[in-house]
């Protein structure tokens, strides 16, 4: 192998780059596409990467003992996983570092540091994140945040927020408003708004004899937690997030995609959809129209469920190309928020983070140079084999030269050219954690 190829591909000029980009500019052109202003959209559309999967969703608070708490599993071993807040964020400093394009951190609440001492979670504050504010500020990139109703003793029957016992919801609401407090201490310390999502794993394993009781039970909870009382400002964004099911709710999740798309609607929340929240055979894509025509921002979590929710890293599939298709068809890239939303402890967590980052931005570009103009016109002119004719042919256009163009003007690397940057990483960091 010659001295200047890489074992992953061949490293090419700007002027070659550059080149290619011009004949499929030229393409794209010829159906009324900028291909200039979608790479220039694309790269400025952020994208908040999740801080789970550099250390297999464990979180760094102190507690006295271990807890399970569940409703999130990782699976693997691969060796190298973030130990603490440092290694954590030198992990996503060394992702970004090879990311194109605008970028957030989404922190969990349990990802708090605390020093020696165990401060429960209705009591955590922003100045436990400040590491994190410090850091995301040397990075230019803003912060989004979630509180943990997961991997807590409060939580291990599996009701949070909903839970029978007053005692035990009233600790979770106090959770709640805390998070929202520590979102709205990021973002204003930050000059920005913070996403703060709310997702909890209440269900039922097989058959509840009550169905309704639990649900009313979390209506209640979050309208203690939103209340305008405790003087929470606009910069926190708060969103909620259903589900179809999870590990021990497998028959009954309280907080169901039904139950939050109304709740948000009616509370004016943002609603997530996380695309490994549905079944396996239900198009997320289809449902962003419907919910766009009553809902004024949506949160959409990219994910890549394999037969259930099981948060494996992103690609460039018809499932995500699609969503973001439907983003473009709707003129509605100011309407949502994008996050990922992944775990893999089997494989090496950075090659994780920038395949399925990369993967998300590849399908925004792609949705942004998809020919939305001449497909609706013919839809309009009831031109519709046309129309499915130019559908088709439009999946053939030269994309990876536009791709390659956004990776050029977001100064990094084309192709899979990165590998050798994080196979370099992996020897000089991750191999020395034990």
């Known amino acids: 192998m010659p001295a200047n190829e890489s074992y992953y591909g061949s490293p090419r000029t700007d002027t070659q780059i550059e080149q290619q980009y011009e004949h499929a500019k030229e393409a794209y052109a010829a159906l009324d596409v900028d291909t200039d202003a979608a790479i220039n959209q694309a790269l400025n559309t952020p994208i908040s990467l999740h801080c789970w999967q550099a250390d297999d969703v464990g979180g760094f608070e102190t507690k006295e003992e271990a807890v399970e708490g569940g409703g999130i599993m990782a699976t693997g071993n691969y060796p190298g996983k973030a130990r603490n807040g440092d290694e954590l964020r030198q992990d996503l400093s060394k992702a ?7 970028h957030r951190l989404n922190l969990h609440a349990f990802y ?10 209705d009591a955590i504050e922003t100045s436990h994140f400040s590491n994190y504010i410090d850091w995301a500020k040397e990075e230019k990139i803003g912060l989004d945040f979630n509180p943990t109703y997961f991997a807590h003793p409060k ?4 009701y949070t927020l909903s839970h029978a016992d007053k005692g035990i919801r009233d600790f979770w609401i106090q959770h709640g408003i805390a998070s929202r407090r520590i979102a709205e201490g990021m973002a204003n310390a930050l000059g920005d708004v913070c996403v703060n999502n709310h997702w909890t794993p209440d269900g039922h394993k097989d058959n509840p004899a009550d169905r309704s009781g639990p649900r009313q039970r979390l209506v209640e909870s979050y309208d203690a937690i939103f209340d305008e009382s405790h003087g929470i400002g606009p910069s926190c964004v708060d969103a909620v997030e259903g589900k179809l099911f999870g590990l021990a709710s497998e028959d009954y999740v309280v907080g169901s995609n039904d139950f939050y798309a109304n709740y948000a ?12 929240h549905f079944h396996p055979t239900e198009s997320i894509a289809d449902k962003i ?7 004024k921002k949506l949160l959409i979590h990219t994910s890549r469920p394999i037969r259930w929710d099981s948060d494996h890293v992103v690609l460039f599939n018809d499932d995500v190309r699609n969503v973001f298709i439907e983003i473009a068809r709707q003129r509605a890239f100011d309407r949502v928020y994008v996050a990922l939303d992944f775990f893999d402890a089997s494989i090496n967590r950075i090659i994780a983070y920038v395949t399925g980052t990369r993967a998300s931005r590849q399908a925004i570009l792609y949705g942004l140079l998809d020919p939305v103009e001449r497909l609706q016109n013919l839809e309009a002119e009831g031109k519709s084999g046309q129309k499915l004719a ?8 030269p994309f990876n030269a536009v791709w390659d163009m956004l990776c050029l003007k977001g100064d990094t690397p084309t192709g899979a050219l990165w590998l050798d940057d994080v196979e370099a990483y992996e020897a000089e960091a991750l191999q020395t954690r034990a």
């Not at 130019?390 to 256009?397: D, H, P």
Request: hydrophobic share 40%; glycine share 8%; proline share 2%.
């Open 96 to 102: 970004l570092s090879i990311l194109p394009g605008k």
């Open 289 to 295: 129209s419907a919910h766009l025509c009553f809902h």
């Open 112 to 121: 708090c540091e605390t020093g020696e001492k165990i401060i429960d979670r």
């Open 390 to 397: 130019l559908m088709e042919a439009a999946k053939t256009l």
């Open 155 to 158: 939580a291990n029957d599996g």
């Open 265 to 276: 609607l009616s509370r004016e929340k943002v609603l997530c959809l996380d695309m490994g």
